[in-house]
């Protein structure tokens, strides 16, 4: 209980009383990263926020709080009907709420927790149908599915994940080349200085003769 109790609410402490470090109601989004990555104080925490929209600066408590609740409070339930109707409604709630709040500052992160939460929804379903007569019999079908379910869930980690490193590639060399750029103006203005103080030299020459 210390554990997955006490770290949640370690968490929801130290973001509470940094909170007005994180979400400073007087400046912009853009302004408040800039503010939040250039305190010192704030990078001990940075696994706490460093991921959210200033104003969900709270959201890796949510997060904790929701594993915590769809683990550890579910098996609480001795009744197998009633755990699954419950996880159901868990995951069908967190699903309505990622997908609401966008909660991450990129997209790709935002896509990819709201297909995990469908993933979640059509996992208990999937076990609301076995306790039925119905469906009892075909493990087969119900195997698919959810198979299916977790193919898709992986198959776009490793998509994002390819276009991650591949807009990291593209960035390094945009940012190479634009240093490149910047070295070449810089050798330019060496040049025309050199041939400007030439010329200042050939004119005060000329003024003293």
């Known amino acids: 209980m210390i554990y997955p109790v006490g770290m949640p609410l370690t968490y929801l402490t ?3 009383y940094f909170r007005h470090d994180l979400n400073p109601s007087n400046l912009d989004a853009d302004s ?3 503010k ?3 305190d010192k104080y704030l990078q001990k925490i940075r696994f706490l926020w460093n991921d959210y929209h200033p104003r969900y600066y709270y959201f890796e408590f949510v997060e904790a709080f929701r594993r915590l609740a ?3 409070m579910l ?3 001795r009744n197998r009907f009633r755990r699954v ?3 159901f409604i868990m995951a069908l709630m967190s699903f309505i709420l990622y997908r609401e709040a966008q909660p991450f500052i990129w997209p790709e992160s935002n896509l990819l927790a709201s297909v995990c939460q469908m ?3 059509i996992t208990f379903f999937m076990c609301l149908l076995i306790q039925t007569p ?3 019999e075909t493990p087969t079908l119900i195997g698919t599915v959810l198979l299916g379910a977790n193919i898709v869930a992986i198959g776009l980690v490793i998509v994002l994940q390819f276009k991650e490193l591949k807009f990291g590639t593209s960035h390094l060399i945009i940012i190479d080349a634009q240093k490149n750029k910047i070295k070449s103006l810089r050798r330019d203005v060496n040049e025309m200085e050199e041939e400007l103080n030439v010329l200042l030299d050939r004119h005060y020459e000329a003024e003293e003769r």
């Open 134 to 136: 119905e469906f009892e």
């Open 32 to 34: 408040v990263r800039l």
């Open 70 to 72: 769809l683990t550890g």
């Open 119 to 121: 993933q979640l929804i």
């Open 36 to 38: 939040r990555n250039a």
């Open 14 to 16: 130290f973001l509470y």
């Open 85 to 87: 109707i419950v996880g």
């Open 75 to 77: 098996v609480t339930i």
